[in-house]
């Protein structure tokens, strides 16, 4: 059984155990590897968290490996509560520089992306990268010049949000799910083979 003992206001003690984990699917391999399967376990884990002790865990978190001897895992987990998250979330952000013109997309579906590079062919060929970040699907384009994010400006606001965090947090923060080419690889996995 996984045990949750909070430190202070913003720091939380967590312990589970290795058989426990292996139910679920994670190996210790998993945990070193940073892989999918783990972020998907921490994840509950920051739901139990929020249900058991009432802790909002949306914000930055410093993870230490207090302990992976003998049979768990003991966390300490540090949250650091960033309003700004939330607050730049669904603003628009986009960046241009010499290189062009960068624009974040939210989707809170995946069905969404899916819908999109079914309907729009020409998105699959913009230079994009596929993030996922506390429940949502976030995509960063890299678009030649504004003058094409305003061709396809409509489109994207039929199926997502605008989002003002940069590739460069995502890049830090989020699970990376398809770091080049996503629309095109999206629609190859989702829509070409069906």
């Not at 009432?54 to 949250?79: F, K, P, W, Y």
Request: proline content about 2%; some cysteine; charged content about 30%.
């Amino acid at each position: 059984m996984m045990r949750i003992e909070r430190l202070s206001d913003n720091q939380v003690k967590l312990s589970v155990t290795y058989d426990e984990l292996r139910k679920k699917g994670c190996l210790k391999k998993h945990i070193l590897e940073d892989s999918f399967v783990w972020h998907e376990i921490f994840d509950e884990m920051l739901d139990a968290i929020e249900e058991q002790l009432n802790i909002d865990t949306e914000g930055m978190i410093a993870i230490e490996v207090h302990s992976m001897a003998g049979d768990e895992l003991v966390l300490i987990l540090t949250i650091e509560h960033l309003d700004f998250f939330n607050k730049l979330d669904d603003v628009s952000g986009g960046k241009n520089d010499e290189y062009g013109f960068e624009q974040t997309i939210k989707f809170t579906d995946i069905e969404d992306l899916i819908g999109l590079v079914h309907d729009e062919k020409r998105i699959r060929s913009i230079p994009s990268s596929l993030f996922y970040f506390k429940g949502a699907y976030y995509v960063s384009f890299s678009f030649d010049f504004d003058s094409q994010f305003d061709a396809f400006e409509a489109i994207l606001m039929e199926y997502g949000l605008y989002s003002s965090l940069p590739e460069e947090m995502l890049k830090e923060y989020a699970l990376t799910i398809i770091p080049s080419e996503a629309m095109r690889k999206l629609y190859q996995y989702f829509i070409k083979q069906v």
